[in-house]
């Protein structure tokens, strides 16, 4: 693709948002790991990130803008990837300033959310590509996901060991309460806490209400006792799976068993649904 001549981004989108959304269909051209199902407008508090996405490398926020990246974008950036516990941080814009650049350079080496400004490109024909500027190191990536070690726990589901639905890379031990599986902006999340293990459904987008109504008409209670476990931010339901957590090392393989059979029963009457 020839970017000798590029064009504003402002040029192809009337708005912001236009860009958000054309943006979240193609999150694999970020080139920041996997990611599913991505909510655009996603609520924070009162605020609304661009993007928020869920899959195999943890939570994904994204904030982009035209032209030359502000400091504004990059505060709502850093409060949104805190406040949603992101795994991943990225900033898209079509230049950055160089305080900006060396800002984000220091965020990669003192914290655990990997950290990206990304350049957006389009050339004459408004085909876009899109540049690093600034990205954890491998060495960097490792020595943060090493410090502290994985968990112990979740390794053989990651491994494989239990069904491919929920295996996928290791979990840091400072994120190792839950794993999910995101489809259709619906994820299925195995928990697990000291005293007990369950599975969360979360819906999002703006007809979460109505889907979850939808998809719950899947699940008769005799059969799935469940419970809704909404919070003003988020619309979701919690389905117990045994009052054994953590703490019973013994019953380990027995909680993961449970845990994964009645995920993978859950995502996959989901996934037949055409809800």
Known sequence: MNLQTTIPLSSIYTREEDFSTDLAENLDELKVGSFEDPET?????????????????????????????????????????RLKK??????????????????????????????????????????????????????????????????????????????????GRQVPISNEGWICKTIRNISVCLFITNQRCYIQVYFQGKDRLERRDTIMALFPESNYPYEYNDSPKQIRVQFPVLDKGRKDRDDWDEIREKLVDMGTDIYNKINESEA
């Open 41 to 81: 407008e996603s609520n924070v508090g009162t605020r609304r990130a661009d993007i928020v996405a869920i899959g195999e490398d943890g939570t994904l926020v994204v904030e982009n803008q035209f032209g030359k990246a502000d400091w504004d974008h990059w505060g709502r950036l850093e409060a949104y990837a």
């Open 86 to 167: 992101a795994d991943v941080a990225v900033l898209v814009a079509e230049d950055f300033e160089d305080l900006m650049i060396v800002t984000c350079r220091l965020r990669d080496e003192d914290s655990t959310i990997d950290w990206y400004l990304i350049q957006a490109q389009a050339n004459s024909h408004k085909e876009l590509s899109f540049h690093h500027v600034v990205g954890p190191a491998i060495d960097i990536q490792i020595e943060k996901r090493v410090e502290g070690g994985y968990s112990e726990f979740w390794a053989p589901i990651r491994d494989g060991e239990f069904g491919e639905l929920f295996a």
